[in-house]
Nanobody
Framework: QVQLVESGGGLVQPGESLSLSCAAS????????MAWIRQAPGKEREFVVG????????FYGDSVEGRFSISRDNVKNTVYLQMNSLKPEDTAVYYC??????????????WGQGTQVTVSS
């Protein structure tokens, strides 16, 4: 079993930056692809960014490419999301997710509880 715990959400102004972390526990955590998926109020969940277990491959959603960056530390079993140039439309609950394969969809096996990111002036 894999458990995911997100941290780092909060309230920022447009144009500012924010970092999220996702700590994974479990014997297979370091061998899983991991992703960030968000859900804005009244909208469906949206793939944001993902990274392969080795860190060698990353997938970015169109709305965040060039502004967000994902990385991972397999010694700490932690994935990081650096969000720059934040916009009000980035406001959402951000979920960390993990699974055996990296893909753009929502079909990951493990999910965290989510952390709120609010971008507002």
């Amino acid at each position: 079993q894999v458990q995911l715990v997100e941290s780092g959400g909060g309230l920022v102004q447009p144009g500012e930056s924010l970092s999220l972390s996702c700590a994974a526990s479990g014997s297979t955590a370091s061998r899983l692809a991991m992703a960030w998926i968000r859900q804005a109020p009244g909208k469906e969940r949206e793939f944001v960014v993902g990274i392969s277990w080795s860190g060698g491959a990353t997938f970015y959603g169109d709305s965040v490419e060039g502004r967000f960056s994902i990385s991972r530390d397999n010694v700490k079993n932690t994935v990081y999301l650096q969000m720059n140039s934040l916009k009000p439309e980035d406001t959402a609950v951000y979920y960390c997710a993990a699974g055996p394969n990296l893909h753009y969809g929502l079909g990951y096996d493990y999910w965290g509880q989510g952390t709120q990111v609010t971008v507002s002036s």
